[in-house]
């Protein structure tokens, strides 16, 4: 049976401008970088049901003229979308298939030096990595990423995963 993942981050995995300048403590570089997904194996259903609240939400007479719901037209987001909006998407996804799961990782300068050789690609492939180490051995699966930059970056996702997998094939070998 088919397990569908869909993968999201909050932060990013900056820790140094192009001038080699550290970040990490300035205003709009975040300390962390938190990786999660959502697992189901029926994402139609999902997808149904999030696009019902949307069409919900757009006719609802007392939400239609808050300015910001033309953002949440497009898309959900909760900091852009008003308390009642997250209310709604709240109480609707409770009632969905699905689990999630998270890794945080603290942004240290030490570590992304001497573990990731300051690569910003390198850290968020061990997050991810990480992430889907004890997961991907059990059935097919099927990775979604949010788009994250360009199509190296994406490809740079694949190695992330595959590295997963070597993880738990040598901890289990």
């Known amino acids: 049976m088919e397990k569908y993942y869909f993968v999201d981050e909050s932060g990013d995995p900056t820790f140094f401008n192009r001038y080699g300048e550290c970040l990490l403590g300035r205003n709009g570089c975040s300390p962390i ?32 003229d808050i300015p910001s719901l033309g953002k949440t037209k497009i898309t959900f987001h909760a900091k852009d979308d008003v308390p009642e909006v997250r209310e709604k998407v709240f109480t609707t996804l409770k009632s969905l298939a699905f689990k999630a799961e998270f890794i945080v990782a603290r942004k240290r300068v030490d570590i992304f030096t001497k573990r990731h050789k300051r690569n910003e690609n390198i850290f968020y492939n061990e997050v991810v990595s990480r992430l889907f180490e004890n997961k991907l051995h059990t059935q097919d699966n099927i990775i979604c990423f949010s788009k994250r930059g360009n199509k190296l970056k994406q490809e740079h996702m694949q190695g992330a995963i595959q590295s997963a997998i070597l993880n738990f094939e040598n901890k289990t070998s």
Not at 48 to 56: D, F, G, M, R, V
């Open 33 to 64: 970088l938190m990786l999660g997904f959502i697992r189901t194996d029926n994402p139609q259903k999902i997808r149904k049901t999030i696009i019902a609240l949307h069409k919900e939400i757009e006719t609802n007479e007392y939400l239609k």
